[in-house]
């Protein structure tokens, strides 16, 4: 498995990126955890606007600094 760069990681919280990019980095993230749940909070039925949150725990071997 591939190492995850926990720089990139870390960078999601405050970038504006793409779907596919965003798509890329958590599917990266996930492989990289060992523990992980999606948590949905909430949804506004009026604007579609919704809040996910994912919780896990990365695998120290496959992060790299």
Request: hydrophobic share 35%; aromatic share 2%.
């Amino acid at each position: 498995m591939e190492k995850i760069d926990i720089k990139v990681i870390e960078s999601i919280n405050t970038t504006h990126l793409s779907g596919d990019a965003l798509k890329k980095h958590i599917t990266e993230m996930l492989a990289s955890s060992s523990q992980c749940q999606a948590i949905l909070e909430c949804v506004n039925q009026d604007t579609g606007e919704y809040r996910i949150v994912l919780q896990g725990i990365l695998e120290n071997n496959l992060i790299t600094k």
